[in-house]
């Protein structure tokens, strides 16, 4: 057995109001890739 605890969602929780933000394309990133795991290094 599991020591994982099941609790219920709380719809009113701050979590759930946070914006989320979407592109009209996706994003070819594979030439930044460094850039955007190591920070430009």
Same mark, same amino acid.
């Given at each position: 057995? %599991? @020591?994982?605890?099941?609790? $219920?969602?709380? $719809? @009113?929780?701050? #979590? #759930?109001?946070?914006?989320? +933000?979407? %592109?009209? /394309? $996706? /994003? @070819?990133? %594979?030439?930044?890739? @460094?850039?955007?795991? +190591? =920070? =430009?290094?």
């Amino acid at each position: 057995m %599991s @020591d994982l605890e099941i609790t $219920p969602i709380n $719809p @009113d929780d701050p #979590f #759930f109001n946070r914006e989320t +933000y979407t %592109s009209d /394309a $996706p /994003a @070819d990133l %594979s030439e930044r890739i @460094d850039e955007l795991l +190591y =920070g =430009g290094r």
